[in-house]
Each structure stands twice: as structure tokens, then as C-alpha cells.
């Protein structure tokens, strides 16, 4: 036996998480200039960062000899007043998934199990396995979540379930009545994770109101990010709302300081840019029908999505899917194939600036007439 034979079985197992191809590496591939390159395959803001947030963060590089403040205070309080919630009901993490895999920390152990969706963002299972619990996906339904199949699912088990919504990749939108209907009929000794990551991007009529649901479930945490429409996503910070009890069980296993300085000033700076999240979303909006309005003219088929991004189906054979994606590559643009998320057929696209999202539709018709 040598040494890595001694870690437990479930972690040997795990495939690592993959992400978005980086620009740099592409560069490297195949000879490119990394100026000419888009990415649009992580989600990410076109628009960069909220120019406050972004100065804001350059005072602080002067500080960074010190510890951050490992409770997040000024962060918190804005939150708080922010979303009408206490401080004590937070829990800050080094971007959402942190929040995530402090929840599976907390409530999982080898034997229990964790509830998500077929098709659902890949972090769950990750933090899942990473326990040595047992993830049990439930299918989806027309790509979405199956919530009352979801809630069949549960067993004497089961401790979290994870909800996204929207959900990436799929952009899929659960309705504000069924998660409300879900909420009433889930076992109150389950933790129900509603992973709001996209939620700035929904219209106004489509939000739900999660955060008053705090009140009434003392079960459901709510997750949300700095790293999308706030554009913050290298700087990681993402932060959690439960009830206190939750919260505070969370915030004992969180490493003292998981959020940086730099993170924590940019957070704070980002959430009182309301102009900037405002020029993000309107944007999102035009560049998604901008890909769909196309989309239809050319007859591909698209999961309508809530989010910013969009996964579309490529014809035939799922070999054919993969040739798309490598002759985007090689014409520098960047999406993100969906074979580990049992998607094989599609690709997804993140929206971006009107010209980046003009390039990847040219390169897109490029790709798919060398299919014939
Ligand atoms: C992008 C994304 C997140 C956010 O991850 P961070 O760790 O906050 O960057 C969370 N959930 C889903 C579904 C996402 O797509």
C-alpha cells in the first residue's frame, strides 16, 4: 500500500470539477492571440467590474500585509440592511461554493444523503462525494427540476437538497409556486439549499421571494454571489441566509478567514453600484435575444434560460457537438461542452458584449456548415 491508497475510497473517486477552458491555455493550443480570443464559457460579466468596486479594491492592495477581518462585519452589515435580514443569519464564503460545501460539511457524513437535480450544477455532487454521502439525482423534467419527483427522492437519509434556480446549466427556472409548494411539503429535518447564484438576472416578476421564506422555514438556505452579475467572480465571495441556528453551525466550520480583504471591500463596494448591476442585466437581456432571435432564424434548437448564458443543441450525433466546439476554439472562441452534465448534444454559451456575441454566432455558422 503506499500512501494515497489510504484515502477513503469515495475520494479517489472523485472527477475533478472542469472548468471553462482559460484564455491563456487556448492561446497556447493553438497558436492564437490571446487578444482575439472571447471566452464565453464561465459565466462570467462582459462588462468586467463595477468601476467603484473596482477602485475600491485597488485602495486596499495597500492593506493586504494584514488579515482580513475574519467576521466580515462592514460586509454583513450591508447585507443585512440590504435583504432585512440579522447579521447572525449570514454566512460569507470564498465565493458560493464555498457556502455550498460548508452546508454539505455541516449536515452530511458518510451514509446520509444529498437530493439534486439530472443536469444541475456539477458543485453539488462534488461536495457531496467529497463527505463520502450518497448524491441521488433525480431526472429532469423538459431539462428543468422534477421538485415534487425531488421530493419523492427523499429518504430517511437525506439531509440537504439542493435547489438551483435558475439553474446552470440549463438557465431552467423553477416557479415561485412550486418552490413555495415544495418548501410547505419538505421535512423540516432536511436543509434545502435554494442556490440563487443567477438570481439578479431574473425579471422583476419572476423573482421569488425566498428571503421572506427565511421567516416561515427555518430549513432553507438561500445562496448568492459576487461573482456574476456583480462581476466579481476572481476575487471569490459569495455568502449564504438561514435561519441563525444554521448559520451559526456554518460559520464553525468556515475557515477563519475565507473571504479576503480584497473580496470583502469589493463586495461591499459592488453591492451599492446599483447603476452597474442595472447595465448588467440590461445588457444580459439585449445579448439573449440577440443569440435566440438568431437561433430561431437558423433553426436551433435552445433551452430558454434565465440566466446569462444559454446551452443549445448541435444536430446528429454528439460527435458532431464536439467538432462545433473544437472549431470554435480554433476560431478563439470559447464555450463550454456539457458532456460531464449529461448533455452530450449541447454546448453553452455565456452572453456577452454585442460584438463578442456577433463573433460566436459567425464562428458558429462557420462551425456548423463544416458539418455538412
Ligand atoms: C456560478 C454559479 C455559482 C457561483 O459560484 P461562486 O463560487 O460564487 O463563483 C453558484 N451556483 C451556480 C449554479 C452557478 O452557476
Known amino acids: 500500500m503506499n500512501l494515497c491508497d489510504f484515502a477513503p475510497e469515495y475520494i479517489r473517486a472523485i472527477q475533478p470539477y472542469q472548468p471553462g477552458k482559460p484564455i491563456s ?3 497556447r493550443e493553438f497558436g492564437l492571440d490571446e487578444s482575439h480570443i472571447v471566452k464565453l464559457a464561465s459565466n462570467e460579466n462582459p462588462l468586467g467590474t463595477s468601476p ?7 485602495s486596499a492592495l495597500h492593506d493586504t500585509a494584514l488579515y482580513p477581518d475574519g467576521s466580515g462585519y462592514e460586509l454583513k452589515s450591508a447585507l443585512s440592511k440590504r435583504y432585512d435580514v440579522d447579521p447572525g443569519q449570514i454566512i460569507l464564503g470564498n465565493g458560493s461554493n464555498d457556502v455550498l460545501d460548508l452546508a454539505a460539511r455541516v449536515f452530511l457524513k458518510p451514509g446520509a444523503a444529498a437530493v439534486y437535480s439530472q ?3 456539477a ?35 437525506t439531509r440537504i437538497v439542493f435547489i438551483a434556480s435558475p439553474n446552470n446549466p440549463t438557465g431552467t427556472l423553477s416557479s415561485k409556486e412550486d418552490l413555495l409548494r415544495f418548501m410547505e411539503r419538505v421535512s423540516r429535518d432536511v ?48 455568502f449564504g441566509l438561514a435561519h441563525p441556528d444554521v448559520a451559526n453551525l456554518m460559520n464553525r466550520v468556515r475557515q477563519p478567514f475565507n473571504v479576503s480583504s480584497i473580496g ?21 437581456r439585449a445579448g439573449m435575444l ?69 463573433r460566436f454566432l459567425e464562428s458558429l455558422d462557420h462551425a456548423l456548415s463544416g458539418l455538412d
Open 264 to 284: 470583502l471591500v469589493g463586495a461591499l463596494t459592488a453591492l451599492k453600484d446599483a447603476e452597474f448591476v442595472q447595465r448588467s442585466y440590461a445588457l444580459n
Open 123 to 157: 458543485v453539488y455532487p462534488l461536495v457531496v462525494q467529497m463527505i463520502g454521502a450518497n448524491g441521488i439525482a433525480v431526472p429532469a423534467r423538459d431539462y428543468g427540476h422534477d421538485l415534487p419527483a425531488m421530493l419523492d427522492a427523499i429518504t430517511p437519509e
Open 290 to 358: 440577440q443569440l435566440t432571435d438568431n437561433f430561431r432564424k437558423k433553426g436551433i434548437d435552445y433551452i430558454p434560460s434565465y440566466g446569462n448564458f444559454i446551452s443549445f443543441r448541435v444536430k446528429g450525433e454528439t460527435a458532431n457537438t464536439l467538432k462545433v466546439y473544437q472549431s470554435l476554439l480554433r476560431q478563439g472562441v470559447i464555450v463550454r461542452p456539457l458532456g460531464i452534465y449529461e448533455m452530450p448534444h449541447h454546448l453553452r454559451v455565456t452572453i456577452g458584449l454585442e460584438a463578442q456575441n456577433q
Open 52 to 58: 467603484l468596486a473596482l477602485d475600491a479594491m485597488m
Open 191 to 238: 436543509l434545502v439549499v435554494m442556490d440563487e447564484a443567477y438570481y439578479e438576472y431574473l425579471p422583476e416578476v419572476n423573482k421569488p421571494d425566498s428571503l421572506k421564506w427565511l421567516q416561515q422555514f427555518p430549513n432553507l438556505l438561500i445562496t448568492r454571489t459576487f461573482s456574476k452579475v456583480y462581476g466579481l467572480a476572481g476575487v471569490r465571495v459569495g
Open 119 to 121: 443536469h444541475a450544477f
Open 25 to 27: 491555455e487556448l492561446a
